[in-house]
């Protein structure tokens, strides 16, 4: 079956550090990948949109500079976030997509917390 | 405004019965409409899907009912089982790129 895993499940930093998570696919080819954060009230925001050898497409609020992402083949993607701050925190979700097919499998998540 | 939009927010019904959870949508180019499960500390799991050409789609104890005409859809959960106790998203799509928009999410708890 479709397994995505993401590491580390929780990270905690201080403010204005950063930090790394990384996201892999198992079982599929992960042809897109799509980050979002699910804040602490639960709710989601896309934060990304990488597919492999195409631009990665951020949403409006967040950019590269901040969120930078790789996604180098079909099974691995990492995204860091950069000079993290109390704003920043809530749980870190990877989607993965095959290739024209729909449905979007879902990491554990990683938990970031900021001090 | 809220493109996709969940009622209600929490849910509690009895061991056996039937739940209903709610979602409607505001962009007429979704077609893809995805229910996630997810218990605490975990992350969503895809639980069953539709697709806006379909009224219905069933698997087991889940069972989706779309209504494109009014932009609504809602999950019937029979036989409502304490595991099943989760929040539950909404999420919808347009295109084939991955990008879902949610709901902000139903919490079911299923009382023994």
């Known amino acids: 079956g479709a397994l995505v895993y993401q590491y580390p499940r929780r990270t905690i930093c201080k403010s204005g550090t950063s930090m790394r998570m990384e996201c892999q696919a198992v079982g599929f080819q992960a042809t897109s990948v799509a980050w979002y954060r699910q804040s602490p009230q639960k709710t989601f925001e896309l934060i990304a949109l990488?597919?492999?050898?195409?631009?990665?497409?951020?949403e409006q609020n967040f950019t590269q500079e901040k969120f930078p992402i790789s996604h180098p083949n079909l099974s691995f993607s990492s995204m860091t976030v950069l000079n993290a701050y109390l704003e920043d925190r809530g749980l870190y979700l990877c989607g993965a997509r095959r290739h024209n097919y729909a449905e979007q499998f879902f990491g554990p998540g990683t938990r970031l917390t900021v001090l | 405004q809220q493109q996709v939009r969940q009622s209600p927010q929490s849910l509690t019904v009895w061991e056996g019965e039937t739940a209903i959870l709610n979602c409607s949508y505001e962009?007429?180019?979704?077609?893809?409409f995805p229910w996630y499960q997810q218990f605490p500390g975990e992350g969503p799991a895809l639980l069953i899907s539709i697709r806006s050409v379909s009224d219905k789609k069933e698997d087991g104890r889940f069972t989706i009912f779309f209504n494109k005409r009014e932009k609504k859809l809602s999950l019937h959960i029979t036989d409502s089982q304490p595991g099943d106790s989760a929040t539950y998203f909404c999420?919808?799509?347009?295109?084939?790129?991955?990008?879902?928009?949610f709901g902000d999410g139903t919490v079911l708890t299923v009382k023994p």
């Open positions: 990488s597919t492999v050898n195409s631009a990665i497409k951020y």
């Open positions: 999420a919808a799509s347009g295109d084939n790129t991955g990008k879902l928009t």
């Open positions: 962009d007429s180019t979704f077609n893809y």
